[in-house]
């Protein structure tokens, strides 16, 4: 878990923390743990104001997206589940992942919607199509669409450009994937126009 100071650093960057960087846990710090709490849980039980093991992933995914994806938000990588079976965010999002995306949508100058961020292992196992290991469920995949998906030949330039710039080790759509080791097709028509990136 992350020390006192950094926690205060990370809830200072994010507006929650008006105190001093002085790594003594006040009662300002623990109002900015219960304020994080309430700003990105969905479940009444876990919004308690002590710093546990969920509140350390809360904390370190909330501060990693506001430095490295600035057009996107937490809340919208939110494990789907809706608090059935998980905080919300049960594991801390890869950094490469999200300044990948933060990438790809900087260089589309376009919205983009996130379908699919974290997801807990209990809420993966139940859609269609997810692999049981699936990289959702380590923080390491993300789906996005925006109006530039909409045509399969953009996706196939995106996906393409993901893995041969990013070098990741895979990416796909509904009718095309690309990885590593090759490329080709692959029937996924539960994908939409979403596509689906990943890193290693
Ligand atoms: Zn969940």
Not at 19 to 27: A, T
Not at 168 to 185: I, T, V
């Amino acid at each position: 878990m992350l020390n006192v100071k950094t926690r205060q650093t990370y809830l200072k960057s994010l507006g929650f923390y008006k105190g001093v960087i002085d790594g003594i846990e006040g009662v300002l710090t623990k109002q900015a743990y219960k304020n994080l709490q309430k700003t990105y849980f969905v479940r009444k039980s876990d919004i308690d104001g002590i710093y546990g093991n969920n509140t350390d992933k809360l904390l370190q995914n909330a501060y990693n997206v506001w430095k490295c994806c600035k057009n996107f938000k937490l809340s919208e990588f939110r494990c789907e589940c809706n608090g059935r079976y998980c905080t919300g965010y049960p594991v801390i999002l890869n950094t490469n992942l999200l300044t990948y995306l933060q990438k790809i949508r900087s260089d589309l100058k376009v919205s983009t919607v996130i379908t699919s961020g974290i997801r807990c292992q209990k809420y993966n196992d139940s859609l269609a199509g997810s692999i049981k290991d699936s990289k959702h469920t380590k923080g390491k995949a993300v789906d996005f669409y925006n109006s530039k998906t909409a045509t399969l030949t953009n996706r196939k330039n995106i996906i393409n450009n993901y893995i041969k710039n990013r070098y990741a080790s895979y990416a796909y759509c509904n009718s095309y994937y690309k990885s590593n080791w090759g490329s080709g097709y692959v029937n996924a028509p539960y994908m939409g126009t979403s596509i689906h990136i990943d890193v290693i």
